[in-house]
């Protein structure tokens, strides 16, 4: 692991030695967990020494372990050794704002203990990381490089007392903001911090905009070869943007739905595939080409099962209600946002589809390879490519709906899940998700009491 020393090196000759080092390990829910390290034991992360139980990967939303997994206390709970990402050791500016002192950060992964001809140990099936890799690496045998751009929306609200409070749109926030100018000038401060720390980080921001909800903002990133950077892009800029928030006297939050009557917050995916020659393999001369509608005729077939990837939490299904301002069902476009795929160019360099299913409380990693997943489905097996929804002729298609507990079944039973994430993963994200419901679905709101306790 001398790699990660000499990393931590060239960290410490650019930015001083950290006080600590946060190791980042995202979860299935893409809850980051880990632990802190002094920024003098640089030594004991690289040498393997650092342990975590390898049911972290696993647990449900609340951090408690989910019996039905298998894993945790039923199975003695054993530790894996955290393993640096490479390329991942970056700084956490707003915490040396906040008085924090000089902080570092590092995405790890957990190793299984190692057999006795191999030092490292194997990568365990539970990690999200692992599973987008795995849909790289089959997509690499084809000959095939997607080439992946992300969008994430997120809204700021002033800082709640409780965390049972529901979310208060900054002062003199407008109801819609959409695209306002004076929006941003009013914000410039956090927004300005928001983006020196991506910088900072090095991640690629491209544009920002005011969206259409009072406080909500978009943020998006460079096109990239590099799948698994554009995952860990959206990880680290949800985690930046939380801490920027807070320095300037904000909350954030990437909530699929915050408020009822606004629009909710998205990771909009755009995708295109180059071949081993560096050609885009959706471009053509005129019209749709057949791989490019190959690839959306995947993702439509694919996309109830994959629902409760895109849609994870209870408040995710909420974005799926009629007039909730995001698309609903399995359909197509061209340059039509109201669909769940769009195309926004399908001749020469730019010609990509916009997956635009996914809540901003998403699993990046899974996202990305659930979309990766569908599109290889399309390109292997050739299903039929149903009219655009701006065809006159074309029939609506039926809506994915906003069943939570129906969309984990689906994808429970799917073998196309276990196709793309391998079944004994498919059937653990079930398990922890109808763990999640249970727990959910079983506490009374305040609508019931307010509607039922008086007059029933």
């Excluded at 707003?94 to 194997?122: I, N």
């Amino acid at each position: 692991m001398s790699g990660f020393l000499e990393e931590y090196a060239g960290f410490v000759a650019a930015h001083g030695r950290p006080e600590r080092i946060e190791l980042m390990l995202c979860d299935l829910n893409a809850v980051i967990r880990g632990k802190w390290l002094p920024g003098d034991d640089a030594a004991k992360l690289a040498a393997g020494e650092v342990r975590l139980p390898l049911s972290t990967y696993a647990p449900n939303i609340l951090g408690e372990e989910v019996e039905a997994t298998g894993l945790g206390i039923v199975a003695g709970d054993p530790d894996g050794r955290l393993i640096p990402v490479p390329g991942t050791l970056k700084p956490m500016p707003w915490a040396s704002a906040e008085g924090r002192g000089k902080v570092a950060q590092v995405l790890v992964e957990m190793h299984e203990p190692p057999a006795s001809h191999d030092t490292r140990g194997a990568l365990p099936f539970t990690s999200p990381r692992g599973r987008l890799a795995a849909m790289q690496a089959r997509l690499a045998e084809r000959g095939l490089r997607p080439v992946v751009a992300t969008e994430l929306e997120f809204y700021l609200i002033r800082p709640r007392a409780r965390p049972e409070e529901p979310p208060r749109p900054p002062e003199h926030s407008p109801d819609a903001q959409n695209y306002d100018l004076e929006v941003l000038e009013k914000h410039q401060g956090v927004l300005d911090a928001i983006l020196a720390a991506a910088e900072a980080q090095g991640i690629p921001t491209d544009t920002l905009i005011a969206e259409y909800g009072p406080g909500q903002f978009e943020v998006n990133f460079h096109h990239t070869e590099d799948v698994m950077f554009a995952a860990d892009m959206a990880l680290w800029f949800r985690r930046l943007v939380r801490g920027v928030a807070r320095q300037h006297g904000f909350e954030a939050t990437f909530m699929a739905k915050p408020y009822a009557d606004h629009p909710g917050n998205g990771m909009h995916v755009h995708v295109s595939v180059v071949d081993a020659d560096g050609r885009n393999i959706f471009a053509a001369e005129s019209g749709v080409g057949d791989r490019l509608g190959a690839a959306v005729a995947g993702l439509l077939e694919t996309m109830r099962e994959m629902q409760a990837i895109f849609a994870p939490h209870l408040n995710s299904y909420r974005r799926f209600l009629p007039m909730s301002f995001a698309p609903s069902a399995p359909d197509w476009g061209l340059d039509n946002r109201a669909a769940a795929i769009r195309l926004p160019e399908t001749r020469g360099a730019g010609a990509r589809l916009e997956h635009r299913i996914c809540g901003a409380d998403v699993n990046p990693y899974l996202a990305l390879a659930a979309i990766l997943g569908g599109m290889l489905h399309g390109l292997e097996t050739g299903p039929d490519l149903p009219l655009p929804l701006d065809d006159p002729a074309a029939r609506p298609a039926a809506p994915l709906g906003h069943d939570w507990a129906g969309a984990v079944e689906r994808f429970a039973a799917s073998e196309t899940a276990a196709e793309i994430f391998g079944a004994p993963f498919r059937d653990l994200y079930a398990e922890v998700r109808r763990d999640e419901i249970a727990r959910l679905t079983r506490e009374i709101s305040q609508v019931e009491y307010r509607t039922y306790l008086g007059r029933l």
